[in-house]
């Protein structure tokens, strides 16, 4: 199995920053040691989800939605199994419940679409205030 935990969201004003963990274990993810996609999608209020940042875990490609380029920047720590989402120049509508998911992936494709991942965590609240 896979288990993702998230943390690090919070209340900041609009220009400030935060910078999220996503902590992942379990069985099935050490057996598949480095050949992951973890994403970082997002959902505010009355929005429907969308997908933020993702790395590939084998050599940390990286995507991104275009809403967030240049601000937002992912990354990884492959001996921790930890994800990281680093949230700079924030806006009032980047405020969101910010969650990581994972999928398997063998090749170097991470797009954006949360149909692909099979296990999410349950999510960290950022709030940016103007």
């Known amino acids: 199995q896979v288990q993702l935990v998230e943390s690090g969201g919070g209340s900041v004003q609009a220009g400030g920053s935060l910078r999220l963990s996503c902590a992942a274990s379990?069985?099935?993810?050490?057996?598949?040691?480095?050949?992951?996609?973890m994403g970082w999608f997002r959902q505010g209020p009355g929005k429907e989800r969308e997908g933020v940042a993702s790395?590939?875990?084998?050599?940390?490609?990286?995507y991104y939605a275009d809403s967030v380029k240049g601000r937002f920047t992912v990354s990884q720590d492959n001996a921790e199994n930890t994800v990281y989402l680093q949230l700079n120049s924030l806006k009032p509508e980047d405020s969101a419940m910010y969650y990581c998911?994972?999928?398997?992936?063998?090749?170097?494709?991470?797009?954006?679409?949360?149909?692909?991942?099979?296990?999410w965590g349950q999510g960290t609240q950022v709030t940016v205030s103007s």
């Open positions: 998911a994972a999928r398997l992936s063998f090749v170097a494709s991470c797009p954006l679409t949360s149909s692909d991942f099979a296990y």
């Open positions: 379990g069985s099935m993810y050490n057996g598949y040691h480095r050949t992951w996609c």
């Open positions: 790395i590939w875990s084998r050599d940390g490609s990286t």
